[in-house]
């Protein structure tokens, strides 16, 4: 591996070698990312792929980082995210359900005072930054 990194300026810099590089993307579901270029690909020698966390740590995520402590609500908006992944998958939709997803759900709830018409608002978000498809029956 290299040692020193030139700068644009023309500065050598000595790299400290716990020097790591991490880089994250969205790949598909829906946003406009492109397929990696294979050059890009072999210079990382790990690729992780993240899953949604169980469902018992994403409901104690989404309970501490909305303030939310109905846990038995929380596990059934989880469960529609589920389903709501699972009809994608099944229609070979594009899915944007996440965690992040049952978060802002809960958060927009707590701004219209109740979940259905909170759920309603963040679909009717969902299909105009782009959703495709109904897959909903």
């Not at 050598?12 to 829906?30: D, L, R, S």
């Not at 169980?54 to 995520?61: F, G, Q, S, T």
Request: hydrophobic share 35%; proline share 3%.
């Amino acid at each position: 591996t290299r040692q020193y990194y030139d700068a644009p300026n023309g500065i050598q810099y000595k790299k400290n070698p716990n020097f790591k590089v991490i880089c994250t993307m969205n790949q598909g579901a829906g946003y406009s990312t492109e397929e990696l270029d294979t050059s890009l690909i072999d210079r990382f020698n790990i690729v992780k792929y993240i899953q949604d966390p169980k469902k018992e740590l994403a409901i104690e995520i989404i309970s501490n980082s909305t303030g939310y402590t109905n846990k038995d609500i929380i596990n059934k908006m989880w469960d529609v995210k589920t389903l709501i992944d699972e009809k994608a998958r099944e229609e070979e939709a594009i899915s944007r359900t996440s965690l992040r997803g049952v978060i802002d759900w809960i958060n927009q709830s707590f701004i219209t005072g109740e979940f259905v018409e909170s759920a309603i608002r963040n679909w009717e978000c969902f299909k105009a930054y782009g959703g495709k498809g109904n897959i909903f029956p």
